[in-house]
Each structure stands twice: as structure tokens, then as C-alpha cells.
């Protein structure tokens, strides 16, 4: 078994340095020792299993190896690699072990196996590192079983994964996320596969130490893949599955972009850099959660441009939609929404490009109001009288794509009953009618409309101008159950308990209604074979009629 091993390790630095040859690496160079390093590193884990069948274990028969071939003092240089060992082996004999103390020593282990690898140009200290990896191992495996051995509160509440911390030795320094494919690199860093392919296409420096490389080669640093899944297993955390989906551009390039919109370059560098920067946006998740939290002044630096045009924000149509639409996407991330609300330019931009601009400037400024509204501390911030004023004027006259994200952003901001009056002021109410009739997304202003019952004068409103006829013939031939819950809503809790001392207006109200029942059976349809808010709302509302009589007013269901 031993002569074996010795076989196994001589023949994997045999085909590295064959390899290394091929390609013209100097094999001098640490960043080749550390790529050799963690190939070897793996040949010998993947051997783990059939040296326990004999009762070895890869450290001691490491130490059987070394002993025969090489003084000790050669394979344990210095202490720390002596202290892991120990600690390891006193672990065994351990049955009092806990898991904080388990935790720290995992910890204190794999910063010292990840700070320098145990590698230099010396034999023993790569041994030693072979050893600190195997113990790391040993570690997680030993974490477990105490971990097993607990009640299941004490591991649920201590390590639940929404909470759970992943150690920033298994996440990659550009993806920021826990490494599903970590590959190490000729500066003996380890990042994300596809993360550092896309960083060495266009760069030949390392990420962390900025080091120039000597080659852009990688291989698969599989002793730490192993030690993330033993983590993972342990935690019960959900490690992502390798991805081929594209990456974008890291921070420092989205840096310069932001140099080159915000500087008094030509209109053309500022068009071109803002429209990558939305393209950026758009297509990678991760440009936008770093873009507030990692790069200075980021937001001041995008939004510049715009307000120093004034009211001639239009006057360059496409950079104004490539910053808005930027805006827009960097305001769906929900770490970003107060710091893009509570920044002095954002909102007042949105709102001047609501009025000023091309169609799709227009119908992304309303749903970046939107996305920021979703947040309650925003919604003070966003509803002043000129935001709402411009939403509306959106809902009545623009595109229906714009429309549909104005009429969105008035729901939310309207959560706040101390704005309904205004937008209702504005004429809000003939505006969501005439976008009904268009039987285009009715379901979104049905809901906006329901809300707006609540305030006086909008039944009568809704009354005089003739749309109760129209909602009913929708109500009759509709299949969305959000646009039959709204429009039983509006007839039972708003028309049917509605009294506003005239009678006329109450009788002629109660007559619609009956008609539509009497000729129809819409309430009596909804009563049976609607959603369970819609068959209560209905049958409350065949009570009403019930109880009304033919020449009732109409009482309170």
C-alpha cells in the first residue's frame, strides 16, 4: 500500500511537469507549485477510501513515507503544520468535543491552508499542507457526528440556512457567492469557474493580489470543492449547481463605464457607455448588487448627466433611455431601493422623464416608481403631489405599456389612504374607465378602481358616467378571478351600501343591478362558481337585492 501511494503522488507530479512542459509553464514559479500542489492534493483524497480499509489513514501513511525517505525535520518545518496534526489526533480520542469548539478549529485550519497553502519550495512544507488538508477532513467529519448527537433545536436554531454564514474562505471574491466549481489559478488564488475565465479573457492579473500571472492556466482545485460539500452536508445548505450562464462585467469595469458617462467626454462615449452599463444591468444579476454597495458614488455618477441637461432632460433621447432603464434595473434589487429613493436626483429625473422622453423612457421611468414604491418608507418619498400628478397623466394618455407601470405605481403609493384624494382630484377615475373599456389588462385598473371607491364621490363619479352597464357586461364575459373579486367588491361594498340621500340615484341603482341579475344570473353564477371572496361577496349581494324588494332604496348587506 505504501509503495502504492509513493507510486501515486511520483506519478502526478510526473504529469504535471509533462504537462507544464507542453505549455511552456516554468515550473519555478509558486503559481505552478500551488497548481501542483492541489492536483496531488486531490490524487490523494480520491486514494482516502482504500487506505482506511487497512486501517491507514493518508496522514500517517504520509508520515510512514516521509520517515523511510526523508528526516523528520524535513516533513514538519515548522510548528503550525505539527499543531494541526496534533489537534487532529487528540480529536480522535475526544468524546467531549463541541461543535463551537469544532467550528473554530475547522476555521482557524482552513485560513491557514488557504493563506499560503503550505506551499514554498521547500519538500516538507507541501507535505505538511497535504496533512493540514487531510485534517480539515477529519474536521467536518468529526463536526458530523457531534452535530448528529445534538437535539435538533440546538442544530436547527444555530445553523438555520436562511441565516446561515457561508465562510468567506468558500465564497469567491467575484462572484461573491459560495464556489460551486472552484478552480485555482497560477497566483494559487481560488475563485469561480466561470467568473475568472471571463476575468482572464480580457486581464492577466490576479483579482486579490494583483500580482501579473504567469500564465492564465487553471485547474480544478478540488481539495476545496470537497471541503465545501462536507460543509454544506454538515449545515444542510443548499450549494448552487455548476452554471455556463454568462458573467458580466466586474466592478472596476463597471467603474470605468460610470468614469466615462459622468465625465465631459463626447455625447457619443457618454451614449455608448450608458447603454453597456444598461445592457449590464439587464442581463447579470450581480452588476446591480454590487453597483450601489461597492462602487462610490455610483448612483450620483449615473443620474449626473441627466440633471445637468435641466429641462432639457429629452434633448439626448438615448442616453436618457439607457440611464432611466438602468436606473430601473438597479432599482428591482430590494438592497437598493431606499438608497435610490433617498438619493436627491432620483426621483425628480423619474418624474421629468415621465413627461419628457421617447415611449420606452416613459414606460420605464413609471415602473421604476413602481419597483421603489413596493418599499413602505419609500412611498412618502416617491407620493408627492408632482409624482402622482405625472402617473396619472401617464394612465390617461400614454402608451398602454406605460400605462399599465403607471397604474401599478398608483396602487402602491395609494396604499397610503391620504393620497387617493389627490389622484382622484387629478382624474384618475375617467382615466381607469376608459382604459377598462379598451379590455386591455383589466384586471390591473379593476384593482386600482376598487381602491379608489373607498373615497367620496367616486360611485357617483363612476355613476355619471355611465359605467355601470360596462362593468357588468365585463363581469359577465370575464374569467379572471382578480377582475370578478374587484368588480363584485365595488358593486356590494361600495354601490349597494352606498346611501347618499338621493333616492333617485339609489333607486336607479338598485334597478341596474336587479336587471343585470334578473336577465343575467351573473351574482347567481359568481355565488357558486367563483373564487371563495367572490361567492361571498355575490351571495351578499343577492341578499341585498332579496331584501330590497322591487321598489326598495337598497339596504346595508
Not at 213 to 223: D, E, T
Not at 366 to 376: C, I
Amino acid at each position: 500500500m505504501r509503495s502504492s501511494l509513493v507510486d501515486v503522488v511520483r506519478f502526478s507530479f510526473s504529469g504535471a511537469l509533462q504537462v507544464s512542459k507542453k505549455r511552456s509553464i516554468n515550473l519555478n514559479t509558486p503559481g505552478t507549485i500551488k497548481l501542483g500542489f492541489f492536483q496531488v492534493a486531490y490524487v490523494i483524497k480520491r486514494r482516502q477510501n482504500i487506505l482506511k480499509t487497512e486501517k491507514l489513514t493518508v496522514s500517517s501513511s504520509f508520515l510512514s513515507i516521509a520517515n523511510r525517505n526523508f528526516p523528520p525535520s524535513s516533513f514538519f518545518p515548522n510548528s503550525r503544520v505539527s499543531r494541526v496534526s496534533s489537534f487532529a489526533l487528540s480529536m480522535e480520542e475526544s468524546t467531549a468535543a463541541n461543535a463551537a469548539t469544532l467550528r473554530m478549529e475547522l476555521k482557524k485550519t482552513m485560513t491557514e491552508i488557504l493563506d499560503d497553502g503550505g506551499v514554498s519550495e521547500d519538500r516538507g512544507e507541501t507535505d505538511g499542507a497535504l496533512v493540514a488538508v487531510d485534517e480539515a477532513v477529519r474536521i467536518l467529519n468529526r463536526l458530523r457526528e457531534v452535530e448528529s448527537k445534538m437535539p435538533d433545536s440546538a442544530t436547527s436554531s444555530s445553523s438555520p440556512a436562511s441565516v446561515l454564514e457561508v465562510p468567506k474562505e468558500f465564497k469567491c471574491m467575484l462572484s461573491r457567492a459560495i464556489m460551486s466549481e472552484p478552480v485555482v489559478i497560477a497566483s494559487g488564488q481560488t475563485y469561480e469557474k466561470r467568473y475568472i475565465q471571463q476575468w482572464l479573457m480580457y486581464k492577466v492579473t490576479c483579482p486579490k493580489t494583483k500580482e501579473v500571472l504567469s500564465h492564465r492556466l487553471w485547474v480544478p482545485n478540488h481539495v476545496i470543492a470537497e471541503l465545501i460539500t462536507e460543509w454544506c452536508q454538515v449545515n444542510k445548505y443548499d450549494l448552487p449547481k455548476p452554471s455556463d450562464a454568462p458573467v458580466g462585467l466586474f466592478p472596476d469595469d463597471i467603474d470605468l463605464l460610470l468614469e466615462r458617462i459622468s465625465s465631459p467626454s463626447s455625447v457619443e462615449d457618454k451614449t455608448g457607455a450608458a447603454n453597456e452599463l444598461r445592457r449590464q444591468t439587464k442581463r447579470f444579476a450581480d452588476v446591480p448588487a454590487f453597483f450601489v454597495a461597492e462602487i462610490p458614488e455610483s448612483i450620483t455618477r449615473l443620474l449626473t448627466p441627466l440633471s445637468a441637461l435641466g429641462e432639457d432632460i429629452d434633448s439626448n433621447p438615448g442616453l436618457q433611455k439607457d440611464i432611466i432603464t438602468a436606473l430601473l434595473y438597479i432599482s428591482c434589487l430590494e438592497e437598493n431601493k431606499t438608497a435610490v429613493a433617498q438619493h436627491p436626483l432620483a426621483i425628480p429625473l423619474l418624474t421629468k422623464s415621465l413627461k419628457q422622453g421617447i415611449a420606452k423612457t416613459r414606460r420605464n421611468s413609471a415602473e421604476a416608481l413602481w419597483e421603489l414604491s413596493k418599499l413602505d418608507s419609500n412611498k412618502i418619498l416617491i407620493g408627492n403631489s408632482e409624482t402622482l400628478e405625472a402617473l396619472v397623466h401617464v394612465i390617461k394618455e400614454d402608451h398602454f405599456t406605460a400605462a399599465i407601470g403607471a397604474a401599478y405605481a398608483v396602487f402602491q403609493l395609494c396604499c397610503l389612504p391620504e393620497k387617493r384624494d389627490k389622484v382622484v382630484s387629478e382624474g384618475l377615475v375617467p382615466a381607469l374607465i376608459n382604459r377598462i373599456k379598451e379590455r386591455s389588462f383589466v384586471y390591473i385598473y379593476f384593482a386600482l378602481l376598487s381602491l379608489m371607491t373607498t373615497q367620496k364621490g367616486v360611485i357617483e363619479e363612476m355613476e355619471d358616467l355611465g359605467f355601470v352597464d360596462d362593468m357588468c357586461s365585463i363581469l359577465r364575459n370575464t374569467s379572471c378571478s382578480v377582475t370578478e373579486e374587484n368588480g363584485v367588491s365595488i358593486v356590494l361594498l361600495r354601490m349597494c351600501g352606498l346611501s347618499t340621500g338621493d333616492r333617485d340615484r339609489e333607486r336607479t341603482r338598485l334597478k341596474l343591478i336587479k336587471e343585470e341579475e334578473d336577465k343575467y344570473s351573473t351574482f347567481t353564477k359568481f355565488a357558486t362558481q367563483g373564487s371563495q371572496r367572490t361567492v361571498a361577496e355575490a351571495e351578499a349581494v343577492l341578499q341585498w337585492i332579496k331584501k330590497s324588494g322591487p321598489s326598495g332604496t337598497g339596504a346595508e348587506p
